[in-house]
C-alpha cells in the first residue's frame, strides 16, 4: 500500500507560478513511476508530468512543455511540480499519482494504482 499526501497549489494570476510537491509513504522501495495529473469536472484525467524514480527520465504533455517542471528527492520520497508561465487553462484539480516501475515515465492515467487527494490550481487572467 502506498499513501500519497499532496501540498501546495493555490490562486495565482496568469503568468504567474506555483508549486506542488507530494510525498509518497508506504510500500515505495524500488523504482516506479510517479507523476502529476489533473482533471476538470467533466473531462478525463490528463497527464501533466511524470518521471521514472530510477533513471529519472521525464515526461510532459505537449500543452505544459517549457513551462512545467517535475522533480524529485527520492530519499524523501517526493515529488515537486514546479509551473510557471501559467495559463487560466492549466484551472484544475491536480493528483499526484503512483504506480510500480516499468514502461516508465508513463502518461496514461488507467495505469496508476495509488492516487492523492488532489489539490486544485486555479488561474485568473
Known amino acids: 500500500q502506498v499513501t500519497l499526501v499532496e501540498s501546495g497549489g493555490g490562486s495565482v494570476q496568469a503568468g504567474g507560478s506555483l508549486n506542488v510537491s507530494c510525498v509518497a509513504s508506504g510500500s515505495t522501495y524500488g523504482d516506479n513511476c510517479m507523476g502529476w495529473f489533473r482533471q476538470i469536472p467533466g473531462k478525463e484525467r490528463e497527464g501533466v508530468a511524470t518521471?521514472?524514480?530510477?533513471?529519472?527520465?521525464?515526461a510532459y504533455a505537449d500543452s505544459v512543455k517549457g513551462r512545467f517542471t517535475i522533480s524529485l528527492d527520492n530519499a524523501k520520497n517526493t515529488v515537486f511540480l514546479q509551473m510557471t508561465s501559467l495559463k487560466p487553462e492549466d484551472t484544475a484539480m491536480y493528483y499526484c499519482a503512483f504506480r510500480r516501475g516499468w514502461r516508465c515515465p508513463d502518461m496514461t492515467a488507467l495505469d496508476y494504482h495509488y492516487w492523492g487527494q488532489g489539490t486544485q490550481v486555479t488561474v485568473s487572467s
Open positions: 518521471i521514472y524514480t530510477g533513471s529519472l527520465n521525464t
